[in-house]
């Protein structure tokens, strides 16, 4: 069975992508969602960060492994280089064209 992420691994990503701005997190059943903008890139899963495979990300990382985050998910791209921050920044800058757009969450607007 799959170990939850540590916060001290989220950090150090977050520490990583600093310079970016826009970077935002959620918490996931003992695992982090990662966001660019509003747009979900990828997660932190066993402590290992994973992004989605767009036509960008796999360019970028050239040799990427893919592998699912978790029983019965779709594969994403494992990034081995997390230590290189240029290196990641522009993965994400890279990758977050080609991923929809957030979202809009519609408010209720009924009367009480």
Not at 32 to 50: K, S
Not at 79 to 91: C, F, M, T
Request: hydrophobic share 35%.
């Amino acid at each position: 069975m799959a170990m939850a992420s540590s916060r001290e691994y989220l950090d150090f990503i977050l520490g990583q992508l600093s310079e970016l701005g826009g970077i935002s997190h959620r918490p996931m059943m003992g695992e982090f969602l990662l966001y660019y903008r509003g747009r979900l890139f990828g997660g932190i899963y066993d402590n290992r960060l994973l992004v989605k495979p767009t036509q960008a990300a796999l360019d970028y990382l050239r040799n990427a492994t893919l592998e699912p985050p978790y029983p019965g998910a779709k594969e994403m791209a494992v990034v081995d280089d997390a230590d290189d921050r240029e290196y990641l920044a522009g993965l994400i800058e890279a990758i977050c064209p080609e991923l929809p757009e957030p979202s809009r969450k519609r408010r209720s607007h009924r009367r009480k």
